[in-house]
Nanobody, 113 residues
Framework: VQLVESGGGLVQPGGSLRLSCAASGFTFISYTMSWYRQAPGKEREFVAR????????NYADSVRGRFTISRDNAKNTVYLQMNSLKPEDTAVYYC???????WGQGTQVTVSS
């Protein structure tokens, strides 16, 4: 099983990034996928979730209206579009299969001027 995140980087406040998580080694289309994040000195926290069909999504209050989770089951990939980024969004972002406990290695997002 592999979850490989990409797309992180340094962005100014108000900017945008799109994270990707490429999955392999399991039946991607069968599983809900999630994004979590962990800021320095803080606990890992839930960001967003999407069901296997890509129809039902859930968001943390802190990102609702700014972030959008989506998936392409043909490409075994889940995305996180992040707009209107704030310094408090700075964290390592992780892809997760919640019912199987699979985690990626994370990608760093830094929001700073």
């Amino acid at each position: 099983v592999q979850l490989v995140e990409s797309g992180g980087g340094l962005v100014q406040p108000g900017g945008s990034l799109r994270l990707s998580c490429a999955a392999s080694g399991f039946t991607f289309i069968s599983y809900t996928m999630s994004w979590y994040r962990q800021a320095p000195g803080k606990e890992r926290e839930f960001v967003a979730r999407i069901n296997n069909g890509g129809v039902i999504t859930n968001y943390a209050d802190s990102v609702r209206g700014r972030f959008t989770i989506s998936r392409d089951n043909a490409k075994n990939t889940v995305y996180l579009q992040m707009n209107s980024l704030k310094p408090e969004d700075t964290a390592v972002y992780y892809c997760n299969v919640p019912t199987r406990g699979y985690w990626g290695q994370g990608t760093q997002v830094t929001v700073s001027s």
